[in-house]
DNA sequence: CCTACCGATCGGTAGG
DNA sequence: CCTACCGATCGGTAGG
């Protein structure tokens, strides 16, 4: 993460990740994240342009890795059951393995510049459009319900994204049995499938 | 909506949710809204006692409206089933009808004061029980998978939440519609169920 | 990485 | 609802 850059600022990314976490990238300041890696405000200009800056690597840094994570899906010879539950456990991978980058990722894009934000827009749909033609390869098989594909690929995502809300290390969950849950969750929903059945069965 | 205030102050706060919902509350200014208002900033202090209240009425409106709708559903001799499609009905039709606010409700309530905060939570998990009551009630039945409750729970609400990101009232689907696909989605999840079969059935 | 400091903007108050 | 203004804080720069 962070590659070509200084250790020094490596840390100080990693330590505005995790202030903008928890108090969103508007309402952090500089003098914060200063006190933070434990020098004077001015110090940090030597590392950074500025503020946002930061924000910038981070979000783009996880929008490298979600981008790469969804290419190696479909790059591979799957059915669209065995990619959607590739791109899930790949998704939940990075979200709790980053979590501070994930949900400043997922919130905080908003405050980029307005040229950054559209390229960042641009990435996040190029997202997006691996998990529609994931949903798009599961109805043309017959293995899907012919769902709406942008609603179905949204609604997927956005099931996926409030794990960054409550997942913590410690938790009993691992981030493989999450992904399982989900993608169960996801393929076959809540209501209990028809049991075993004699006879004519009717849908 | 704001009830027992002057039409001044429900215009006032009118405005302030289309801003807190464009910017972020954290970044959006006194100055803002006193502009959107067309009074001088200053002029807004006889009609508030600072933004905090602005955003607190805003979070405990919204938490109000969304408990009384749950409170509803759990009124009614329904089965789960019923009780899930209504629950969803009532939660997409405050969030399409109220859409600055539900944002704001949803993404804001952070920057609520610490007791405000803890008070807000405690409101929101009433709401979330609420589905955890309804997710409980259909595996009780047999009608739902044995699922963990909790994780049901809020990740049917994470996939109902983020409508408020591209609904427009001037889309082609109606809020009902809306509801209806993904109270279908919930239940019964992407993949096609087993079609017409003679015969056994094995699960 | 520091001291010293900038102009701009912040939420809010006094007094009318 | 206004004028006038407050101290605090903002992101950032100059110069070493």
Redesign the interface.
Known sequence: MFVSMTDRKKEILSLAQALFREK?Y??TSVRDIAAAAQVEPASLYSHIKGKEELLDAICFEMADKFLKAIGEVNDIYFDA?QK?AMAVKNHIQLLTEHPDASVVFL?DW??LSDDRKDEFIKLRDRYEEGFRAI?RK?VDE????E??VR??A??????L??VV??YHEEGKLQPNEIAD??TK???????????????????
Chains 1, 2 share one sequence.
């Open positions: 969103g508007a309402a059951v959607l919130r908003r405050y949903v599961g017959g293995a899907f319900n769902v709406d609603f179905a949204l609604t997927i995502l956005s099931s994204n409030w809300e409550w849950q989900l969750f996801v393929l076959t929903g809540l209501q209990k499938e028809l049991p075993v059945t004699y006879g004519l069965v009717t849908n």
